[in-house]
């Protein structure tokens, strides 16, 4: 009997697909969603997907999904063209799955009902989840922000970053490249991780192991009522949003950092260097250094 239970993925446009009453939500980079590795084989009636970009992170999503839906059950997986959308026919082949496609609105569409045998999927599980980085020393994960390198701006900052003192909090902190310098300071008496994507913070929970630290899977521009009266923050504030640049996404990480300073806090932030920080950090702060810029990057100190 097919479980009773539809599954999606992410935000799949309403006008490309039609979206499932009631279903449960399992992509990463929506706080509060279930976790899709730890649903049990066969125990969703269907599945909708916005598969992502990656082609690591899309192989372990369709996979994983594939694994959870019941023999029979219905999967729908879509992306835009240019984001690997031309390829989930293919990709979902090798799976095992026998493929109806479709195109709309610049994406494709791959249908299938999920087959009663799967072939490939260990395989696709194991290259797209959690690993040790052995010339990092980290745990990632396929699909996290900078995954498998240290990001220029967050190296640069690294370069600059000074020791830090009191409470503070990395925001966007990944896998917790900049915690794990931050931490080095004695004087730090409590850092706050936070990030919208729970493979970052599984990851920084694994990398750093402190009793100063505390985690939360969160989005930083939704109010975090407790976080208040900082003495510092630390950032490399992202600028894209599901691949677009949003050039409002970092200043409100901006703003939300200035928010959470005591007055005389700091905040230390690396930026690309296209991106227009000034004009919107001078309102919020009382002092706004430039540090360095170089090689596309920007590092500010600005204090409240």
């Not at 990463?28 to 084989?41: H, K, R």
């Not at 929970?205 to 900082?230: C, G, I, K």
Request: aromatic fraction near 6%; hydrophobic fraction near 40%.
């Amino acid at each position: 009997m097919i479980p009773n239970i539809a599954g999606i993925y992410g935000k799949p446009p309403a006008d490309v697909v039609d979206l499932p009453a009631g279903a449960v939500q399992f992509s990463p980079l929506m706080p509060g969603a279930s976790e899709l590795g730890s649903q049990a084989e066969g125990t969703l009636a269907s599945m909708t997907m916005l598969a992502p970009p990656g082609t690591l992170e899309r192989r372990y999503t369709l996979a994983q999904a594939l694994r959870a839906v019941a023999p029979g059950g219905s999967f729908v997986a879509l992306a835009p063209k240019d984001q690997g959308g031309t390829r989930l026919r293919k990709e979902m082949q090798a799976f095992g799955c026998t493929i109806e496609e479709a195109a709309r609105r610049h994406h494709r569409i791959a249908i299938c009902a999920r087959p009663d045998r799967l072939t490939g999927i260990d395989e696709a599980i194991t290259e797209g989840g959690p690993q040790l980085l052995s010339d990092l020393g980290l745990w990632s994960q396929p699909g996290v922000f900078s995954w498998d390198r240290i990001d220029p701006g967050s190296a640069l900052l690294l370069q600059h970053l000074p020791a830090q003192s009191g409470r503070g909090a990395d925001f966007g902190c990944g896998v917790g490249v900049l915690a794990r310098a931050v931490l080095t300071s004695p004087k730090v008496a409590q850092l706050t991780l936070i990030d919208i994507d729970r493979r970052a913070i599984q990851s920084a929970q694994r990398n750093l192991d402190d009793p100063r630290l505390s985690f939360r899977w969160t989005d930083v521009r939704e109010p975090n009522p407790d976080l208040t009266a900082l003495d510092f923050v630390v950032m490399n504030a992202p600028f894209h949003d599901a691949g677009t640049e949003d050039r409002g996404l970092a200043l409100n990480f901006v703003k939300r950092a200035a928010e959470s300073l005591r007055a005389g806090g700091v905040c230390w932030l690396t930026a690309n260097r296209h991106l227009p920080y000034e004009a919107a950090m001078k309102p919020l702060f009382k002092r706004v250094d430039l540090k360095i810029e170089t090689g596309g990057y920007k590092i500010y100190e600005a204090h409240t």
